[in-house]
């Protein structure tokens, strides 16, 4: 059974950093293009970034460009987000998200519908 497990959430103030990390299991991870989303209280689950296969290829959201980076260990099974500059609006629960599909790296990594398998989230509180 595939499994996605996140940590490195946590409760900081504006203008720190966290590295979230997802470790995968029961999946060929090297074969997936993974993602991070978010969602905040009351609010729809929104992408944050995007990783390919190989780690050759990135998306992200308008609203962390430039603030967060996305990367991936496929010798490790990993996928790590690293937040810096965060701000009150980055607080929500944070989920890692496998996608299981052949189909090229692009634009549709921003959607939910494309991800075959999510992880259960972890919380990411920013206080100002």
């Known amino acids: 059974q595939v499994q996605l497990v996140e940590s490195g959430g946590g409760l900081v103030q504006a203008g720190a950093s966290l590295r979230l990390s997802c470790a995968g299991s029961?999946?060929?991870?090297?074969?997936?293009?993974m993602g991070w989303f978010r969602q905040a209280p009351g609010k729809e689950r929104e992408f944050v970034a995007a990783?390919?296969?190989?780690?050759?290829?990135?998306l992200y959201a308008d609203a962390v460009k430039g603030r967060f980076i996305i990367s991936r260990d496929n010798t490790k099974d990993t996928l790590d987000l690293q937040m810096n500059n965060l701000k009150p609006e980055d607080t929500a629960v944070y989920y890692c998200?496998?996608?299981?599909?052949?189909?090229?790296?692009?634009?549709?990594?921003?959607?939910?519908?494309?991800?075959?398998?999510w992880g259960q989230g972890t919380q990411v509180t920013v206080s100002s």
């Open positions: 029961s999946l060929s991870f090297s074969l997936y293009n």
């Open positions: 998200a496998a996608d299981r599909s052949l189909i090229p790296f692009g634009v549709r990594l921003k959607s939910r519908s494309t991800y075959s398998y």
């Open positions: 990783i390919s296969r190989n780690g050759g290829n990135t």
